[in-house]
């Protein structure tokens, strides 16, 4: 569930399902696909969106524990109330291990909108990956 802070009248509601597969690849690298499916309630109103994404990332055999894991992405976004693919997403980045169970992500990212706004956005982005 989402409400928005900058509008209070703005509440969405999704169930999400995806299936993510090994396209092609070895231990240096791979290409993976991910197909998402969210139905979604925008202020009571249903539609759904389609995701589609391909994860291409390269490996290196390191000793060392920062392993460096660049990698691409690229993510087009099909909304049903529009009837076409309204969103295109691109990220490139460098993933590294920091401890035995923890990761950095570090990666510029584009969105280029048709509908809404903003039309496009650039960001610079930090994510820490933590497993168990």
Same mark, same amino acid.
């Given at each position: 569930?989402?409400?928005?802070? +900058?509008?209070?009248?703005?509440?969405? =509601?999704?169930?999400?399902? @995806?299936?993510?597969?090994?396209?092609? !690849?070895?231990?240096? $690298?791979?290409?993976?696909? &991910?197909?998402?499916?969210?139905?979604? $309630?925008? +202020?009571?109103?249903? +539609? $759904?969106?389609?995701?589609? &994404?391909?994860?291409?990332?390269?490996?290196?055999?390191?000793?060392?524990?920062?392993?460096? &894991?660049?990698? !691409?992405?690229? @993510?087009?976004?099909?909304?049903?109330?529009? +009837?076409?693919? =309204?969103?295109? !997403? /691109?990220? *490139? !980045?460098?993933?590294?291990? *920091?401890?035995? /169970?923890?990761?950095?992500d570090l990666y510029l990212a584009r969105q280029e909108n048709s509908r809404g706004q903003p039309p496009r956005v650039n960001a610079l982005g930090l994510t820490v990956k933590l497993y168990r």
């Open positions: 569930f989402t409400r928005s802070t +900058n509008d209070a009248s703005y509440q969405e =509601a999704r169930i999400v399902t @995806e299936l993510t597969r090994r396209v092609a !690849g070895d231990s240096t $690298w791979r290409l993976v696909q &991910r197909s998402r499916v969210e139905l979604r $309630w925008v +202020n009571s109103e249903y +539609n $759904w969106r389609l995701r589609e &994404r391909l994860h291409l990332q390269k490996f290196f055999a390191s000793p060392h524990r920062f392993d460096p &894991r660049p990698y !691409g992405t690229f @993510e087009a976004y099909y909304y049903s109330q529009y +009837n076409t693919i =309204a969103r295109l !997403g /691109a990220r *490139v !980045g460098v993933e590294f291990r *920091v401890w035995k /169970a923890s990761d950095i």
